[in-house]
């Protein structure tokens, strides 16, 4: 049975301030309408000027926040599904989820890492959708979404392959200062069923598209060592304590 450990999701608080903000922005520019006109202020220009450009800049504000909600939305959907494939995964193992670290000036948030019999592994997750393109040498990858109608967009993320590396460096550092050895994998998980994958990668770099597709590789994954039970927990313990949860 999974043991699984939860550290703090501060993108849960995030998302729920950005609904409430891009609530108020919403609904601003109706009552300052309302407002002007049962006030007739419109018969003042210097007054009408003002609210003309509260407004205005309400709705800015509202298309502002309702971006940074869709995309923070996003990426809490896509731990879900990561949550969701993990949760079956067979055996006895040891989940962190939302697990902040840290080591000297080197610091992230692994979406999840499993300590098994089989080894170490750093899950990350990304739920964008559309074709992605990139390669492990990039710096940026490029997410594009063609439409019906014959347009379509383009936007860069940075590579994740880069940043699965940062962490495996944070953890391995942790776990090398506290005298544990032990090799860590990490795999890439594009959670929305509408991704379309362009990329060129290295034989190690391990990337999934489909929750059957995840869950087929830790289950067949061995990291070259067979970690007992109590190795398992030493490491679990030393993670905690890092990490404050």
Not at 52 to 75: E, K, P, Q, W
Not at 134 to 163: A, F, H, L
Request: proline share 2%; hydrophobic share 40%; net charge positive.
């Amino acid at each position: 049975m999974n043991k699984v450990i939860r550290g703090k999701n501060v993108n849960n608080k995030r998302a729920l301030a950005l609904f409430v903000a891009q609530v108020i922005t919403g609904v601003m520019p109706v009552l300052l309408l309302v407002f002007f006109v049962s006030f007739r202020l419109y018969t003042h220009k210097e007054i009408a000027i003002v609210f003309i450009l509260l407004i205005f800049f309400c709705n800015v504000a509202y298309m502002v926040l309702a971006r940074r909600y869709n995309v923070l939305y996003s990426g809490l959907k896509g731990e879900k599904r990561l949550y969701r494939a993990v949760k079956r995964l067979s055996g006895n193992n040891i989940v962190f989820r939302n697990l902040p670290v840290r080591y000297k000036r080197g610091r992230s948030e692994l979406d999840l890492l499993i300590v098994s019999h089989s080894g170490i592994v750093i899950v990350e997750v990304k739920n964008h959708s559309g074709t992605i393109i990139g390669g492990w040498k990039s710096d940026k990858w490029v997410q594009r979404k063609y439409y019906r109608d014959g347009k379509n967009t383009q936007q860069e993320m940075d590579n994740p392959i880069k940043q699965m590396r940062r962490q495996r460096d944070i953890v391995k550092s942790i776990l090398n200062a506290a005298g544990e050895n032990v090799w860590i994998d990490t795999v890439l998980y594009f959670s929305s069923p509408n991704a379309k994958l362009r990329l060129n990668l290295r034989e190690n770099d391990y990337v999934c598209s489909s929750e059957s597709e995840l869950l087929g590789f830790l289950e067949d994954y061995h990291g070259g060592e067979t970690l007992s039970m109590s190795r398992m927990q030493k490491i679990a313990d030393i993670m905690k304590s890092a990490s404050g949860i």
